[in-house]
């Protein structure tokens, strides 16, 4: 499964990004979103907007092509 395919409220551990660009990854790791993290999608933005998610109480807005890269599990 994959971030983008998460309903709004629900939460997910992240299992791989290895497919981002490395400049994003670089970032959203700067961020405190690495493999391992429990996210929470707080909103999918309609119109092919970015995701909104949550970790360690701070909201971030991930473009939803990247989001379709991070793989999941479900809490």
């Known amino acids: 499964m994959v971030l983008s395919d ?3 409220g ?3 551990r992240i299992t791989d990004f ?5 400049i994003v990854k670089r970032r959203l790791i ?4 690495y493999e391992g993290v429990e996210v929470c999608l707080k909103s999918n933005m309609p ?3 970015p ?11 991930i473009r939803r092509n990247e ?3 991070i793989r999941v599990d479900k809490a």
């Open 18 to 22: 290895s497919m981002l660009p490395d």
């Open 6 to 8: 998460l309903k709004q």
């Open 30 to 33: 700067d961020m405190g979103i």
């Open 67 to 69: 989001a379709s890269t």
């Open 51 to 61: 995701c909104m998610i949550e970790t360690y109480g701070q909201c971030v807005g």
């Open 47 to 49: 119109f092919g907007g």
């Open 10 to 12: 629900e939460k997910a």
